[in-house]
């Protein structure tokens, strides 16, 4: 289940993969799937869910079964197949492929050093000089959210521009030696393909990716295509924000916009039938874990052999999963984001029933989520209350203790203050390092972050009021009568 600390696991930027997941082995599909078979589930599973809208599609052997949308955008038009959706970074395999192209046009050398195939490309770290473009897409260059400054490189606009930021990052780890989500790589490899390619990437890809497999509403420039803003899940209820800024428009890392439509051809394409885009020996490279981790290009392996993909800006959600055993592709995109990540359950729907098992049932989950942390907000803010209005009679039961009693008994109502101030840290280090802004926690961690704000000023405001009442208080006039008395109403 891909919740709350799960959710926060999409947090940073651009989501990362959906991982290996233990699951039973099947066969063949026991029957075809049908397209009433898929909407009546994506009816259910909306309905279920309560998302605002969603765009899928579901292909097999090199033909869309089913391609549809539900629901309706932040403008209140009714979402199609070929309703515009980011889809973050379900982007890097549509770099990997870009990449791919000019490897079997002798462009690109995946097996050599990057810094010698892509000029203004140095590091302050003599290990860097040794990564390879195979190690860029398969997460195992040594790169790392910990040693690069991330924020910085966000506020680049050109791709030349954030390659030339990374002069004083340094890796983590040998290239080859560690496998660890970080969309430089791809954003590196992005600017690869500019220079090896001639052109701009969005180009590049509108030329040689998009135009061939004929996805003609997809790009990497909100310029381009321009998608409705999306919506974050606020204690339940869904509220339409625009998207948040950031090196999104040619990112190779997460800078996709596409539809359902679009996305069925690029299916068809991953799973090897239809307009060939790279050589059969390419599409088996790209799905082809490292020695390291089992992740490939722009593709998470799991145990069953499906290769999934995962994606999660601030307003939108989406992944991408191909069945080498089954001929079927998936892909579903939402423009909402929450703690609940409803996108990846939704395909593992589809993929049981394309293999004849009856899908998990789908329950409201957020809903549950956040009305728990909307109930712990309310609790907060009610003792929070009840702390200051008893203020005085607090200090008066600790008339004449030492003041280092005193303080040890106001330091719980200061706790989640001190959760608050090192959010973001303890966030990026439940994600391994990636980083985490306090923007960005804003989005579809809203839930959590206002309940912890209000939980951190509720104790603050009885910290202060108990501090004034104890300084305004002669320790020798304490009422016996008050200062016996236990106060079990206010904050401990």
């Known amino acids: 289940m891909r919740s709350l600390l799960a959710g926060l696991l999409t947090a940073a930027t651009l989501s990362a993969p959906a991982l290996p997941a233990a699951a039973s082995a099947t066969g063949a599909p026991a029957t075809a799937l049908t397209p009433a078979a898929v909407d009546a589930y994506l009816r259910d599973a909306l309905a279920a869910t ?23 955008d932040s403008e209140g038009r009714p979402i199609t197949a070929d ?51 195979r190690q860029l897409l398969d997460q ?56 090896a390619g001639g052109q701009d990437f969005g180009a590049y890809l509108r030329d040689h990716v998009f135009g061939p497999l004929g996805m003609k509403s997809s790009a990497v420039s909100d310029q381009v295509v321009r998608p409705a803003d999306g919506y974050n899940s606020v204690y339940g209820l869904w509220l339409p924000r625009p998207e948040l800024p950031s090196f999104l428009n040619g990112s190779g890392s997460g ?53 999934v993909h995962s994606g999660n800006l601030f307003t939108y959600t989406a992944v991408e999963a191909i069945s080498p055993r089954t001929g079927y592709g998936f892909a579903v995109m939402t423009n909402s984001a929450a703690l609940q990540d409803d996108t990846y359950t939704i395909m593992l729907g589809l993929t049981a029933l394309s293999e004849g098992r009856t899908p998990e049932p789908l329950g409201g989950e957020r809903r549950l989520y956040e009305g728990v942390l909307a109930a712990i907000a309310l609790l907060a803010a009610g003792l929070g209350l009840l702390g ?7 200090a008066a039961r600790r008339s004449g203790a030492p003041r280092w009693r005193v303080a040890l008994r106001l330091l719980p109502a200061l706790l989640p203050a001190v959760v608050l101030a090192t959010y973001p840290d303890w966030t990026s280090f439940l994600m391994n390092g990636r980083t985490v802004t306090w923007a960005q926690l804003t989005y579809f961690a809203a839930p959590l972050s206002i309940t912890l704000l209000v939980a951190a000023l509720a104790g603050a405001a009885a910290t202060v009021a108990r501090l004034l009442a104890v300084s305004r208080r002669d320790p020798g006039t304490a009422d016996p009568a008050i200062r016996d008395h236990a106060d079990v109403s206010g904050l401990a």
């Not at 309560?50 to 292909?59: I, K, M, Q, Y």
């Not at 307009?275 to 874990?289: A, C, D, F, G, I």
């Open 388 to 394: 200051t209005l008893r203020a005085r009679r607090w």
């Open 255 to 307: 800078g996709v916009i596409t539809t359902a439509a679009d996305m069925g051809k690029w299916l068809v394409a991953q799973t090897g039938d239809g307009r060939p885009l790279v050589k059969k020996q390419s599409l088996e490279t790209m799905h082809t874990p490292s020695a390291v981790h089992p992740y490939a290009m722009g593709w998470g392996v799991e145990e069953t052999g499906q290769l």
């Open 50 to 72: 309560g998302l605002p809208g969603a765009s899928v599609v579901v292909t097999h052997d090199g033909e869309v079964v089913h391609a549809a949308g539900y629901g309706t």
């Open 83 to 133: 309703t515009p959706m980011r889809v973050a970074s379900v982007s890097k395999s549509f770099t990997a492929a870009a990449v791919m192209t000019l490897v079997e046009r002798g462009r690109i050398r995946l097996d050599e050093p990057v810094a010698a195939q892509l000029p203004g490309f140095r590091m302050a770290d003599p290990r860097a000089s040794r990564v390879t473009v």
């Open 140 to 195: 195992t260059s040594g790169l790392s959210d910990t040693t690069a400054d991330i924020n910085a490189l966000e506020e680049e606009t050109t791709l030349a521009g954030y390659t030339a930021r990374l002069s004083g990052a340094r890796l983590r780890a040998d290239p080859g030696t560690r496998w660890e989500y970080c969309n430089v790589n791809y954003d590196l490899a992005a600017r690869l393909v500019e220079v």
